[in-house]
C-alpha cells in the first residue's frame, strides 16, 4: 500500500520541515504570538520561538505562500501520520520520541530524562546526545518538535451533519475559513478553503471517542485500544467531533508524558498561545 500522503501530491517525497515554523526576529515567547500572514517571518531552524497564537486559515496561507514553486503548504493530518509511521520502524527510532519540554516554545530541545516536566533549564539540544532522542530518527537527521514543544495544528477537519466543512464553534472562536459552526450559523467572511488536497476531511460525530472515522495511516484510530490515552505510549487521544472539528498533534510541553507523536487532540482552530504548526514541501 502507498501511503495516503503521497498520493494526493503524486510525488515520491515530501520535505517535513524539521522544526516547528519559528517566527523569525522574535526574542521572546510573546513576539512569536501573530495571527498574521507574514511569509517572510517564516524560519525553521532549532532555538527560536515557535509561532503560535496563529488561526489555521492564516497559518495555512503563510505555509501555502512560502515555496509556491514546490507546492508547500501546511501539514495535513496525513502527513503527520506518515512520519509518525517512519518514526516508529526500522527507518526511525522505533521507540517513543522524547518530549520538547522547553517552556519558552524553543524549538529543538529535548528533556534531559525520561518524561521529565517542562523547564528552561533541564532541557537539551537538538545536536547533543540527549536532544538525539528527541528525533523521530534517534540522530541528528530526523524530525524534531513532533512531541511537547507547542501542540501544532494540522490540515484535518470535520464534515458537519448535512456534509458542509466546519470553521469553528463561534464567531470568534473558528479557523478563519468558511464554514459552519458548532454554536450554530456559518462563517463567510473568513478565507474559502483551498483545493482539496491540502486537507483531510472526517465524517461528523459528536463523541470524540468515534475513532473508526480515522483515515487509514493518519496515526489516529489504529493506535488502539484506547481509553481517552493512546496504548502507544499513553499519549492523549481526543478525536475531533461536533464542537471541536479540527485536529491538532504532538501536544504541548505542559502535557508532559501524555504528550508524543501518537497524540492527538481537538480544537475550534482559533488562536492559542500554545499552539503552532508545520511546513511541508514537495518534491
Same mark, same amino acid.
Given at each position: 500500500?502507498?501511503h495516503?500522503?503521497?498520493?494526493?501530491?503524486?510525488?515520491?517525497?515530501?520535505?517535513?520541515?524539521?522544526?516547528?515554523t519559528?517566527?523569525?526576529?522574535?526574542?521572546?515567547?510573546?513576539?512569536?504570538q501573530?495571527?498574521?500572514?507574514?511569509?517572510?517571518?517564516?524560519?525553521?531552524?532549532?532555538?527560536?520561538?515557535?509561532?503560535r497564537?496563529?488561526?489555521?486559515?492564516n497559518?495555512?496561507?503563510?505555509?501555502?505562500?512560502?515555496?509556491?514553486?514546490l507546492?508547500?503548504?501546511?501539514?495535513?493530518?496525513?502527513?503527520?501520520?506518515?512520519?509518525?509511521?517512519?518514526?516508529?520502524?526500522i527507518?526511525?527510532?522505533?521507540?517513543?520520541?522524547?518530549?520538547?519540554n522547553?517552556?519558552?516554545?524553543l524549538?529543538?530541545?529535548?528533556?534531559?530524562?525520561?518524561?521529565?516536566?517542562?523547564?528552561?533549564?533541564?532541557?537539551?539540544?537538538w545536536?547533543?546526545?540527549?536532544?538525539?532522542?528527541?528525533?523521530?530518527?534517534?540522530?541528528?537527521?530526523?524530525?524534531?518538535?513532533?512531541?511537547?514543544?507547542?501542540?501544532?495544528?494540522?490540515?484535518?477537519?470535520?464534515?458537519?451533519?448535512?456534509?458542509?466543512?466546519?470553521?469553528? @464553534?463561534? +464567531?470568534?472562536?473558528? /479557523?478563519?475559513? =468558511?464554514?459552519?459552526? $458548532? !454554536?450554530?450559523?456559518?462563517?463567510? %467572511?473568513?478565507?474559502?478553503?483551498?483545493?482539496?488536497?491540502?486537507?483531510?476531511?472526517?465524517?461528523y460525530?459528536?463523541?470524540?471517542?468515534?475513532?473508526?472515522?480515522?483515515?487509514?495511516?493518519?496515526?489516529?484510530?489504529?493506535?488502539?485500544?484506547?481509553?481517552?490515552v493512546?496504548?502507544?505510549?499513553g499519549?492523549?487521544?481526543?478525536?475531533?467531533?461536533?464542537?471541536?472539528? @479540527?485536529? +491538532?498533534?504532538?501536544? /504541548?510541553?505542559? =502535557?508532559?508524558?501524555? $504528550? !508524543?507523536?501518537?497524540?492527538?487532540? %481537538?480544537?475550534?482552530?482559533?488562536?492559542?498561545?500554545?499552539?503552532?504548526?508545520?511546513?511541508?514541501?514537495?518534491?
Amino acid at each position: 500500500m502507498t501511503h495516503p500522503a503521497f498520493l494526493a501530491f503524486n510525488t515520491n517525497g515530501l520535505w517535513v520541515g524539521k522544526f516547528e515554523t519559528g517566527y523569525d526576529g522574535a526574542t521572546s515567547t510573546s513576539e512569536a504570538q501573530n495571527n498574521t500572514t507574514e511569509v517572510d517571518k517564516v524560519i525553521v531552524k532549532p532555538n527560536v520561538y515557535s509561532w503560535r497564537n496563529i488561526q489555521v486559515a492564516n497559518a495555512f496561507t503563510v505555509s501555502y505562500n512560502y515555496k509556491r514553486e514546490l507546492d508547500s503548504h501546511m501539514m495535513k493530518n496525513t502527513e503527520w501520520g506518515a512520519v509518525v509511521y517512519l518514526s516508529h520502524s526500522i527507518y526511525g527510532i522505533n521507540d517513543e520520541v522524547r518530549i520538547n519540554n522547553n517552556s519558552n516554545y524553543l524549538t529543538g530541545y529535548a528533556t534531559t530524562t525520561e518524561n521529565g516536566s517542562s523547564s528552561t533549564t533541564d532541557v537539551a539540544m537538538w545536536n547533543t546526545t540527549t536532544g538525539y532522542l528527541a528525533s523521530t530518527t534517534g540522530n541528528i537527521t530526523g524530525i524534531y518538535d513532533m512531541s511537547g514543544g507547542a501542540n501544532e495544528y494540522v490540515m484535518g477537519v470535520m464534515k458537519d451533519a448535512n456534509g458542509n466543512l466546519m470553521s469553528g @464553534w463561534d +464567531s470568534t472562536r473558528n /479557523s478563519g475559513f =468558511n464554514g459552519t459552526l $458548532s !454554536g450554530g450559523g456559518s462563517i463567510t %467572511n473568513g478565507i474559502d478553503f483551498p483545493e482539496s488536497k491540502y486537507y483531510d476531511v472526517y465524517n461528523y460525530s459528536t463523541s470524540n471517542t468515534n475513532y473508526a472515522r480515522r483515515i487509514l495511516g493518519d496515526g489516529t484510530g489504529e493506535m488502539g485500544p484506547f481509553n481517552y490515552v493512546s496504548s502507544w505510549y499513553g499519549d492523549n487521544s481526543f478525536f475531533i467531533y461536533s464542537n471541536y472539528p @479540527w485536529f +491538532s498533534r504532538g501536544g /504541548s510541553f505542559v =502535557n508532559s508524558s501524555s $504528550s !508524543g507523536v501518537f497524540y492527538f487532540s %481537538n480544537s475550534h482552530g482559533n488562536i492559542g498561545s500554545g499552539v503552532s504548526f508545520r511546513l511541508i514541501l514537495c518534491i
